[in-house]
């Protein structure tokens, strides 16, 4: 049995979900990198047609989220207490 495509609001809630997650790293570098990862693995895939294709792009994307979702445990466990220049130089 071939896997359906997942449909626009499945995908836009899981792009939405991933840029949730990032905000959670307090580190700014891996928070912009987990952003930018995110946007352009949807705009790699923006034009995915077949079904199963779309897919497996789709159970990666589950499956990137879960990482992401454990890497923000970690992160907040061993995070650094001084901020980053760029969050220093944003902040002024």
């Known amino acids: 049995m071939a896997?359906?495509?997942p449909s626009r609001p499945e995908v836009f809630s899981l792009?939405?979900?991933?840029?949730r997650?990032?905000?959670?790293f307090s580190d700014y570098n891996i928070r912009e990198y987990t952003r930018r990862?995110?946007?352009?693995?949807?705009?790699?895939?923006r034009a995915l047609a077949d079904a199963p294709a779309a897919a497996a792009a789709f159970?990666?994307?589950?499956?990137?989220l879960e990482v992401a979702?454990?890497?923000v445990l970690?992160?907040?466990?061993?995070?650094?207490?001084?901020?980053?220049?760029?969050?220093m130089m944003k902040v002024q």
């Open 21 to 24: 997650t990032a905000r959670q």
């Open 3 to 5: 896997a359906a495509a």
């Open 74 to 87: 970690v992160y907040s466990l061993y995070a650094p207490k001084a901020k980053s220049v760029a969050e």
């Open 37 to 45: 990862r995110a946007a352009d693995a949807f705009r790699e895939n």
């Open 15 to 19: 792009f939405r979900t991933l840029l």
């Open 59 to 64: 159970a990666d994307g589950k499956q990137q």
């Open 69 to 71: 979702k454990r890497q």
